[in-house]
C-alpha cells in the first residue's frame, strides 16, 4: 500500500503504536459505556424514588405546601413543576431519553411521559407522572443526560504512554533492522561481485542468517580459488605443447601445411591468452589501483598499436588531459587491447580513441569502428562471457572473453561501460570513469 512507510523499521513501528491505541481505545470505549449505563441506572433509581416519594407525599399536603414545595429543589438538580402551559410538547426521542424511560417505567410500573424543548432552545428534561390525581413534572437538567466525560489527565497519561512506547519500539526494532540493512548492504556487495562478511548480531535468526552469508562467501571464494587455479593451471599447461607444435612447424616442408598449422596454433595462443587476460582481470578487481593519467597511458597503448601497422586515430579534450583514474597499467592494456581487436577484427577500419570530460567529475572514453555494429537487442548478451553473437564470430581465435574482460576492468575502477551506434554507423563503446587526483 502506498499510504505505508517504506522501511521496515517505520512500518513495525506503526504497527505497535497501531495495536497498542486500538487496545487502549477499546478499553477507555468500554469504560466508558459502562460509565453511562451506570450513570443511566444511578438516574432512572434516583428519578424513580423520588417520584415514589412524591407520589405519597404530595395528596396530603395543601395548596400552599405544594407551592413551597414546587419552589424548592427536589435534590441533586431536579425541579419540580406543577402541569401548565410552560411545559414543551415535544415528546423526547434521543437515545437517553428513551432508555430513562423504558427504566422508567419498569421501575415504577407505570407509564411516564418525556418531554423535550424544540430544536434550537435550551431546556431539560421534563419527566412527568401523576400524584393524587395532578400531572407533575421533574425536571432534569441538561448535565445530568450523559456521564461525565474521561478525565483530560487520563488523555495524556495515554499520549505520554504512546511516546514512551514509540520510543522502546523504535530501540527494539532498531536492533533488528539495524542487522537486517547491513546484511542487505553485505548480499548486494556479494552480487557486485565483492565478498563482504557481516557481524552477527541481532535476534537469533538475523544472526543465523548472516552466519550462513558468510559460510557462503567462504564457499564462493574457496570455489572461485579452486576455478581460476585450475584455468590458470590448464593455459599454462598448453603454452609448452604450442611452443613445441611451433618449433615442428617450423621444419615442416610444405608452404601451404606450415601456413594452415601456424594460424591454428596463434589461434589456440590466443584463446589461452584471452582465458588469462579475464582471470587476471578477475583478480585485479579485488587490488585498489594508484590513480593514472589516463590520457598519457592511453596514448602510449594507442602508439603502441600504431607501431604494429593498425589504424587508429585519437583525440583528447584539453580538460582530459590533466584528469587521473584509478586503473592500473596492466589492466588499461587489456581493456584497449581487447576494444581495439574486437573493432579490427569485426567492425572496419579506422578505429577512433576519445578522451573527454562530458561531465563533470566523470571521464568519457570512446572506440568506434566503421563496421556493422551490434543490435541495440543483442547488446547485453554481447557483454556476457563466452559469448558469441554470430557463429563467423567464432573465428581467428575468439572466445567471447574481450568484452567481458572489459566490462569486468571498468567495473573494478568503479566506471559504467555502455555499447551505442555510432554517428555515421559501426559500433560506439562509451567507458565513464570516474575521475580522481593524481
Excluded at 172 to 201: H, K, N, T, W
Amino acid at each position: 500500500m502506498k499510504l505505508l512507510p517504506a522501511s521496515l523499521a517505520a512500518r513495525t513501528v506503526l504497527l505497535v503504536v497501531a495495536v497498542v491505541a486500538v487496545a487502549e481505545i477499546t478499553t477507555f470505549t468500554l469504560i466508558f459505556q459502562n460509565q453511562r449505563m451506570v450513570h443511566r441506572h444511578q438516574t432512572s433509581t434516583f428519578i424513580a424514588s423520588q417520584i415514589r416519594l412524591l407520589q405519597t407525599v404530595l395528596p396530603g399536603l395543601d395548596a400552599g405546601a405544594r407551592r413551597r414545595l414546587a419552589a424548592a429543589d427536589a435534590g441533586d438538580g431536579l425541579q419540580l413543576l406543577p402541569d401548565s402551559a410552560a411545559v414543551p410538547q415535544r415528546i423526547a426521542q434521543f437515545g437517553f431519553a428513551r432508555r430513562l424511560g423504558d427504566d422508567l417505567e419498569n421501575a415504577l410500573g407505570e407509564a411516564v411521559s418525556l418531554r423535550h424543548a424544540e430544536p434550537g432552545q435550551r431546556s431539560g428534561l421534563w419527566i412527568g407522572f401523576t400524584a393524587g390525581g395532578e400531572r407533575w413534572w421533574l425536571l432534569l437538567p441538561p448535565p445530568r443526560f450523559a456521564p461525565q466525560a474521561l478525565p483530560a489527565d487520563l488523555w495524556f497519561g495515554l499520549a505520554a504512554a504512546l511516546a514512551v512506547l514509540v520510543i522502546i519500539a523504535g530501540v527494539f526494532v532498531r536492533s533488528i533492522v539495524g542487522p537486517l540493512s547491513r546484511l542487505g548492504e553485505a548480499v548486494a556487495a556479494a552480487g557486485d561481485g565483492s565478498a563482504l562478511r557481516v557481524q552477527p548480531e541481532g535476534p537469533r535468526e538475523v544472526r543465523r542468517l548472516a552466519e550462513r552469508h558468510n559460510t557462503m562467501l567462504a564457499q564462493l571464494a574457496a570455489a572461485a580459488a579452486e576455478r581460476r587455479e585450475m584455468l590458470a593451471g590448464l593455459t599454462h599447461d598448453l603454452r609448452a605443447p604450442l611452443a613445441r607444435l611451433r618449433v615442428r612447424l617450423a621444419l615442416l616442408e610444405s608452404d601451404s601445411e606450415r601456413h594452415g598449422l601456424t594460424r591454428d596454433a596463434e589461434d589456440m595462443e590466443r584463446i589461452v591468452g584471452q582465458c588469462l587476460a579475464f582471470l587476471r582481470s578477475d583478480e585485479s578487481a579485488t587490488r585498489p589501483a594508484a590513480p593514472i593519467l589516463l590520457a598519457d597511458a592511453v596514448s602510449n597503448e594507442v602508439a603502441r598499436h600504431r607501431e604494429l601497422g593498425r589504424p587508429l586515430a585519437m583525440t583528447v579534450s584539453a580538460d582530459a588531459a590533466a584528469c587521473a583514474v584509478a586503473i592500473s597499467a596492466g589492466d588499461l592494456q587489456r581493456l584497449l587491447d581487447n576494444l581495439i581487436d574486437n573493432a579490427l577484427q569485426h567492425g572496419a577500419p579506422p578505429v577512433e580513441v576519445t578522451l573527454a570530460v562530458e561531465r563533470a567529475g566523470t571521464l568519457c572514453l570512446r572506440v568506434r569502428d566503421h563496421g556493422p555494429g551490434i543490435p541495440a537487442e543483442q547488446r547485453a548478451y554481447a557483454l556476457a562471457a563466452f559469448s558469441q553473437i554470430e557463429p563467423a564470430r567464432a573465428s581467428g581465435g575468439r572466445c567471447g572473453l574481450g568484452l567481458a574482460i572489459v566490462r569486468r576492468i571498468v567495473t573494478a575502477c568503479g566506471g559504467e561501460l555502455m555499447l551505442a551506434d555510432a554517428s555515421g554507423g559501426g559500433l560506439e563503446v562509451i567507458i565513464d570513469f570516474p575521475v580522481r587526483s593524481a
